[in-house]
């Protein structure tokens, strides 16, 4: 016999990545997110998913931009504050100690520890319940040396069940 459940239980663990948004010199933000995958090779295209009402969105709206930064795992304690967190209520740079530091083509900041960088312009967005895919064409992408040259692997940072983001769809 099978038994009803959360569909979302299934697709996780998944990678998280912290997107920027905003201006390095002006208001900006951090949000993360697991909805983020490649959507296509030519053109390169990543899509993320992320909430309607979220200051993120506000900000990827406003600029036509974002970068997707791949946090090592060491960084796990800075995603969840990124992920729990509003922009609208706190500076998430100020309160996690992470770096930002200027992207080389568009304004939204990288995040100096993370070890890969996608920087993305928005070619599209569609509206997807309570979130907005933004597809980004990615127009550059760079790592951390070692990691380029294949001398070491990225141990992504992995997360269980957000039990708590999610806790709305449990029938307990």
């Not at 009803?4 to 299934?10: A, H, S, T």
């Not at 201006?23 to 997110?33: L, M, P, Q, Y």
């Not at 992207?103 to 997807?128: F, G, L, S």
């Not at 980004?136 to 990225?154: C, F, K, N, P, W």
Request: proline share 6%; with cysteine; glycine share 6%.
């Amino acid at each position: 016999m099978k038994t009803d459940v959360e569909y979302l239980r299934f697709m996780w663990p998944m990678r998280h990545f912290l997107i920027t948004s905003g201006d390095i010199e002006g208001k900006s933000n951090i949000i993360a997110v697991s909805f983020c995958m490649p959507v296509s090779k030519e053109p390169p295209l990543i899509a993320c998913a992320i909430g309607k009402r979220f200051y993120s969105s506000e900000l990827i709206e406003e600029t036509g931009e974002f970068v997707v930064n791949v946090p090592p795992q060491e960084l796990r304690r800075q995603i969840q504050y990124c992920g729990f967190n509003s922009g609208y209520d706190v500076d998430k740079f100020k309160e996690t100690g992470l770096t930002p530091k200027p992207a080389r083509k568009v304004k939204a900041p990288i995040i100096d520890e993370c070890e890969a960088h996608m920087e993305c312009k928005v070619r599209q967005e569609i509206e997807t319940g309570d979130k907005r895919l933004f597809i980004g064409e990615v127009i550059e992408a760079y790592a951390d040396e070692a990691l380029a040259r294949g001398e070491r692997s990225v141990e992504y940072a992995k997360g269980d069940f957000p039990k708590r983001v999610y806790a709305i769809r449990f029938r307990e």
